[in-house]
Each structure stands twice: as structure tokens, then as C-alpha cells.
């Protein structure tokens, strides 16, 4: 009986002896095959070194043609600064060829606006007497009193009974200038040229006199404004 029983604790140590060493194995096994795989985590994650591989597997490198460099080692050797220094040299060929030529003073003040182009008193004044002149003729012709009044100083009335006789003498009036030379000195000026003047007289035969003289007016500035001061026959050249 006792033996019965010590046999059936026999058998009780052996099976619970290899229940542990069972657990233990189990748990070796499992930390390795964990480490395994922490390791290939570890090692996917990362690229292989270009050293791990061997010479052997290495691939051959291509034969170097003669008098011909390969692109990479070309691009190693060569130094940067020999490519930055023509770029820059060619730029500044370029710059200098394509620089406009110095523009002449004639096209410089064609392409300054007028508004910037500043206009002397006296040659503001010759325009001014150059209208006058031009008007007067106009006024000649179409026997205006009224208009030809606007550029004469004096007296007003005694200037239109002047004109009203001297155009009722005739039928037809034809003024013309030509060689007008204007001097202006301050606030007088004077104009020298050649007048032309064809008239034609009423009668019962009209007659067309046509005389050439070189006459003089004179003029003065009045308020910012030229006017006819007097008139005179300098000498008749036909």
C-alpha cells in the first residue's frame, strides 16, 4: 500500500517536472523567435550598405573609351568654376554687343515730350507777331475792319475811320508777305519784309495796280500782347 502510493507520487513529480520544463522551452522558443523577429523589423527598415555587398557581385565597370572621359568622372574632376566663368563672359559679350548706339542730340529732343521742352519769351513773341501778320492780311483781303482793329494800337476809332476809307477806295484788295525777318528786344519789336500788294480800282474801267515794297512795322507789347504801332514804307523795288 505504501509503495502504491509512493509510485503515484513518483509519477505526480515527473509529469509536473516536465509540465515546467515544457513551459520553459516553450518560453526560450517564443523570446527567440520574438528577437528574430524585432531583428528582421529592424533590418527591413533600413537599405543594405554598398560594402556588404562582395567585389565579386560587384558589376564591371565599362571600359573607358579612349580620348573620351565618362560623364561622371567629368563632372567630378572638372572644376565648377570653369563653367561659371564663360557663362559670365558670354553674358557680357552679349551685353556689350547689344548696347544701343548713343543717340544723337537731334533724336534726343525729338523724343522729349513737348511739354518738357522749355519755349524762349522771344520766340513766343515772333509767333505771336507772326499771327499778327497773317491776320492782317486776311483782314486786307476780305476789307475787315473789325478784325483787322484786334492787332492796332492807338485809337480805336480813329484806326477804323483809316480803314473804312482806305477799303471803300478800292474793289479788290490782295495782300501778300514774303522774307519776314522779326527782331524782338524786350517789350518792342520790329518786322521787316516784302509786301506785295495788288489793287483794283473802281471806275468805269477797273484798272489792277500792283506794287512791291519792302515795308517795316513795329510793334510793342501791351499786357502781354503784341500790337501794330506803325507801319512805313521802307523803299519799293518795283
Known amino acids: 500500500m505504501r509503495l502504491h502510493m509512493n509510485y503515484k507520487k513518483l509519477i505526480y513529480i515527473s509529469i509536473t517536472t516536465v509540465t515546467i520544463f515544457g513551459l520553459i522551452i516553450t518560453a526560450c522558443s517564443k523570446k527567440k ?7 528582421t523589423l529592424k533590418t527591413e527598415g533600413t537599405a543594405p550598405s554598398q560594402t556588404s555587398i562582395p567585389s565579386q557581385l560587384q558589376p564591371a565597370p ?17 572644376n565648377p568654376k570653369k563653367h561659371v566663368k564663360p557663362l559670365h563672359r558670354e553674358i557680357y559679350v552679349k551685353t556689350t ?11 534726343v529732343a525729338a523724343n522729349v515730350p513737348s511739354s518738357k521742352l522749355q519755349t524762349s ?25 473789325a478784325l483787322a482793329l484786334e492787332d492796332l494800337a492807338g485809337n480805336r476809332a480813329q484806326n477804323a475811320s483809316t480803314l473804312e476809307n482806305y477799303f471803300n477806295r ?7 508777305f514774303s522774307k519776314i ?8 519789336a520790329t518786322a521787316i519784309m516784302n509786301q506785295k500788294t495788288s489793287i483794283v480800282t473802281k ?17 510793342v507789347n501791351d499786357n502781354n500782347r503784341w ?7 521802307l523803299k519799293k523795288i518795283q
Open 33 to 39: 523567435k520574438e528577437e528574430e523577429i524585432t531583428i
Open 170 to 176: 478800292y474793289q479788290k484788295i490782295d495782300v501778300s
Open 181 to 188: 525777318s522779326i527782331n524782338v528786344s524786350g517789350n518792342a
Open 203 to 219: 471806275s468805269l474801267i477797273p484798272e489792277t495796280i500792283t506794287e512791291l515794297t519792302e515795308v517795316q512795322w513795329t510793334f
Open 62 to 78: 565599362k571600359p573607358i573609351e579612349p580620348n573620351k572621359k565618362p560623364a561622371a568622372n567629368k563632372a567630378k574632376t572638372e
Open 97 to 107: 554687343s547689344s548696347t544701343p548706339a548713343k543717340k544723337q542730340p537731334e533724336e
Open 121 to 145: 519769351p522771344v520766340d513766343v513773341a515772333k509767333k505771336e507777331i507772326t499771327a499778327i501778320i497773317n491776320r492782317q492780311k486776311q483782314a486786307m483781303a476780305q476789307k475787315n475792319v
Open 227 to 233: 500790337l501794330i504801332t506803325a507801319t512805313q514804307i
